[in-house]
């Protein structure tokens, strides 16, 4: 859980928010997943969001499904993701690492061993999609007990109550979304009101990353600006390599390239400058 | 209103973002159960447009044995074809309580689609149904059905194109669509308030199969028996049994090609606890933890997890679960048009084989009750072919 607050605090210092990629784990295969990730590290995301393959991702539109699928495909399970967490620890022990799943993969395992894994192989978060807080307390105890952070969605439309309870567990950070909807870039981002980034930030929730249809710099810069910590872009990334399936060389270029803007556009003091950098992008 | 679970089952799995519209509908609904306008509006279009007491028909020649005896409770004669009908006109006036001008449903057999799209027509509600792809194959006149009411269908081609992932792709609509859709879900499962909502707006089938026993016999059934696949027509008709002990509830899965294989859908008979569309219940899932495609004959039962009441009768032993081949549905299937002029949907002959199963063994006097939830016009085509195939 510390990685995230040595993360956000060195992010502070330098004045920039966070870019956090989200990939689902074994896409396309094992080894090549190892691969990208590595590339979106170095190529500047300061932190990583994994997914882990399911069948039914039903908070997801069709292009993580669809990495998912590519994944199963691959024969990757459980075991194989957290493989691959493991090595990515072991590389780069500084870097906070969530994971993003669906509850009955963690209830399959049972509770307490998955987080006991999860903790083992260097994960620092665990988002589960299905699991809205008032479902919560099981997964957050098991969570705790291993010193991972539960981490919490907050929708525009949530309730002071739940917001509230919310903000008594959150740790690590807290996932704002931008919009309705599931995952995906068919439906851009919209920003949520600041006074949602004001209420998290009275009730101290742990710092929020926007999240759900985050894929051009300008998105970012408008995140930043409105009080978001960071964000985190998942189908945009992960279309760049369905975009570029045939080989894992165009995969890992695209992807560098895409890391290297969506990174430039948190700095801070370079958000007056983003739009016209963004237009030359697009 | 009841807690969000049933014994350890149920509750509510679903992002975030569907909280409030889950917590919207669960208000609309209590107040709609307290409010006498509300339920005088749904107990009116239940007798005079969907035709409602259906009848409870004694069998003459269906039970193998004199000392058994077994009623046919005729959901099949409601309008639409199946018990479906009930729960929708239900849940599409919530909608309107609601001020929603939008539905969306999910459907298998098609069954729940139409019944969907009619009571929408009646309302003036848009209506938009997801459909597998395998699904609308294999009902063709039940998509058409549905186009002719008015109602948008879409092909699912994500995952196995079956119900499953009909819901699947209903949940996301819904996730962005909320403040102005409701998701009228077709069966005792999902999310809570779901499995409350649809087991309360079917309980008229066994209240009003009480009612008529008690009449024609004078007494209660030893044993009612329905069909299982999501589990709305069974819980209809358990809810108001479940009290009386001495009836006994069995609820009939869909055993495929056999429970020894992995092409079946019993979900309570097979599978294992976990959480699937919002609810913790039992599920057909690998050790890991992934949903296994289900497989019936019977598109409608062709679901890989059961309504959480259910997974709580069974834990708690007040209902026993059974499973029927697809083979043996086919022949109670043929076998109670021929003996009783009555042609079944694929769904209700599990629970009719059943019955049979059940005459043929007993030693003693027994009075039975199955509940026959659909007819089997949609099924014609697809078993017409299914036993040209057999005889070729």
């Given amino acids: ?282 | 209103m009841s807690t969000a679970y049933f014994g350890n089952f149920g509750g509510a799995f679903v992002p975030e973002l569907l909280i409030p519209a889950l917590d919207e509908l669960e208000q609309a609904f209590v107040d709609a159960q307290k409010d006498a306008s509300f339920n005088e509006e749904f107990f009116s279009l239940l007798e005079n447009y969907a035709g409602r007491p259906t009848p409870l028909t004694k069998t003459r020649n269906l039970s193998s044995n004199p000392l058994v005896t077994i009623y046919l409770k005729r959901e099949d004669l409601l309008h639409g074809g199946a018990h479906k009908t009930n729960q929708v006109l239900g849940q599409a006036l919530l909608t309107k309580r609601m001020g929603k001008a939008r539905v969306i449903a999910e459907t298998g057999a098609g069954q729940h689609g139409v019944a969907t799209a009619l009571a929408c027509a009646l309302l003036k509600l848009e209506c938009c149904i997801y459909m597998g792809a395998k699904d609308c194959q294999r009902q063709q006149p039940n998509v058409f059905r549905m186009r002719l009411l008015g109602a948008k269908v879409i092909p699912v081609n994500s995952g196995s194109g079956t119900l499953k992932d009909a819901v699947n792709e209903a949940l996301r609509d819904w996730s962005a669509n909320y403040e102005g859709s409701h998701y009228l879900l077709g069966t005792a499962a999902g999310p809570h308030p779901f499995p409350t909502i649809v087991r309360e707006f079917h309980r008229m089938i066994g209240a009003e199969t009480k009612a008529q026993i008690l009449k024609k016999e004078g007494r209660l059934p030893d044993a009612v028996i329905a069909c299982v696949g999501g589990g709305s027509n069974a819980i209809g008709m358990f809810a108001d049994f479940i009290d009386e002990e001495n009836v006994r509830l069995i609820g009939v899965e869909p055993a495929g090609k056999g429970l020894h294989t992995k092409e079946h859908g019993a979900a309570l008979c097979q599978g294992s606890t976990g959480i699937l569309h919002g609810t913790y219940t039992h599920i057909m899932q690998d050790i890991d933890g992934q949903i296994e495609e289900s497989y019936s004959v019977s598109a409608g039962l062709d679901y890989p997890a059961v309504g959480p009441q259910h997974s709580h009768l069974k834990d708690i032993g007040r209902a026993e679960y059974v499973a029927v081949t697809d083979d043996e549905a086919l022949q109670a299937f043929q076998y109670l048009a021929e003996s009783e002029g009555i042609i079944p949907a694929l769904e209700s002959s599990h629970a009719v084989a059943h019955a049979m199963k059940i005459a043929d063994q007993a030693e003693d006097e027994m009075l039975l009750v199955v509940n026959l939830s659909g007819r089997g016009d949609k099924d014609l085509d697809y078993v017409n072919q299914l036993l040209s195939k057999e005889a070729s």
């Fill in chain 1, 1 to 282: 859980m510390t990685r995230y607050r040595t993360m956000f605090a060195n992010l502070d210092r330098k004045q920039q928010g966070a870019f956090v990629p989200y990939v689902t784990l074994g896409d396309p295969t094992p080894e090549a997943s190892l691969d990208i990730i590595e590339t979106l590290i170095n190529a500047g995301a300061d932190g990583l969001e994994l997914g882990f393959p399911y069948s039914d991702p039903i908070a997801d539109g069709p292009i993580i499904q669809a990495s998912s699928i590519r994944a199963l495909d691959a024969g990757v399970r459980p075991k194989e993701c957290f493989d691959i967490i493991h090595k990515i620890r072991n590389r780069y022990p500084d870097i906070p690492i969530g994971i993003l799943l669906y509850s009955n993969l963690v209830l399959a395992k049972g509770l307490d061993p998955f987080y006991d894994q999860a903790a083992s192989s260097g994960v620092d978060s665990v988002l589960i999609a299905d699991v809205p807080v008032k479902e919560s307390q099981p997964f957050c105890e098991a969570a705790i007990k291993h010193s991972i952070a539960p981490i919490f969605i907050v929708p525009p439309n949530i309730t002071e109550a739940n917001l509230q309870r919310i903000s008594k567990q959150s740790e690590g950070y807290t996932y704002l979304l931008s919009r309705a909807g599931v995952t995906g870039t068919e439906s851009v981002a919209q920003m949520p009101a600041a006074e949602l980034i004001k209420k998290l930030s009275h009730y101290k929730t742990a710092p929020p990353l926007l999240g759900f249809g985050i894929s051009r710099p300008e998105h970012i810069s408008s995140a930043i600006n409105a009080g978001a910590k960071g964000v985190i872009s998942g189908s945009a990334v992960v279309k760049k390599i369905e975009e570029n399936i045939e080989s894992l060389d165009d995969i890992k270029a695209a992807l560098n390239d895409f890391t290297s803007i969506m990174k430039a556009a948190t700095y801070y003091q370079r958000q007056t400058r983003i739009k016209v950098h963004a237009e030359e992008v697009i």
